[in-house]
């Protein structure tokens, strides 16, 4: 077998722990913070055992790295570059598949049609202080790193906690990624209330991966 066989053999091996649904699933979690198995299967939905097994395949080829706490093993995404081949593998799909373009169309699109704002955009308009930056993810990928001068408030607790917001300011929201519902189904709930709204065309970890400022720690107040 020659050398470029056996290169390509390599490369398809990536490919191959990749074409796995649940396997993107659990790789979008992990680009928000470490995770346990147990805590990767209640988030997807699947069984301990077949997360776990999911999370050895994902080792194999060097997408994640573990460390065990007594009884626990922890994951976390290798590096930054998982984020970066993530959003090219989704770019590229949404390029060349219909499916995924209709996809995105009855389940993202209709909510928000409204051109997104891009991370330079973003830096900007918070340095002339014109918005308010809203993340709506859960507490603890917050914590473990954010958009700085973000505050926190989840989908959840959204209704419950617009009044802390300033109706003055244009508000932007992010939370996992370009294809994350969270942001979308945040900007209906601010505009419903009244609320200029946009989502960040991306999630935390593509404005981690672009090496814009990241704070860290709980939310402030």
């Not at 340095?127 to 989840?154: Q, S």
Request: some cysteine; hydrophobic content about 40%.
């Amino acid at each position: 077998m020659g050398f470029k066989q056996q290169l390509n053999d390599q490369f398809a091996r990536l490919g191959m722990a990749l074409s796995n649904g649940p396997r993107l699933e659990i790789l979008e979690y992990l680009a928000q913070t470490e995770r346990s198995v147990d805590q990767l299967a209640t988030l997807t939905g699947h069984s301990a055992a077949n997360t776990s097994r999911h999370l050895q395949r994902l080792h194999q080829v060097g997408l994640v790295t573990s460390r065990r706490q007594g009884k626990q093993i922890f994951y976390r995404l290798a590096d930054d570059d998982v984020v970066e081949l993530l959003a090219v593998l989704k770019r590229v799909a949404e390029r060349h598949l219909h499916e995924v373009r209709d996809l995105i169309q009855s389940h993202l699109t209709q909510r928000d049609s409204l051109e997104p704002l891009s991370a330079d955009e973003l830096i900007a308009r918070c340095r002339d202080g014109l918005v308010t930056v809203l993340d709506v993810r859960p507490p603890e990928e917050y914590e473990a790193g954010h958009i700085p001068g973000a505050i926190n408030i989840t989908l959840a607790d959204l209704e419950r906690r617009i009044a802390e917001l300033d109706p003055k300011q244009e508000i932007v929201a992010y939370c996992r990624g370009a294809y994350c519902a969270l942001s979308f189904e945040a900007i209906a709930q601010l505009r419903a209330n009244g609320f200029q709204a946009r989502r960040l065309a991306d999630g935390f970890p593509e404005w981690k991966h672009e090496l814009h400022p990241v704070a860290y720690g709980p939310n402030p107040g």
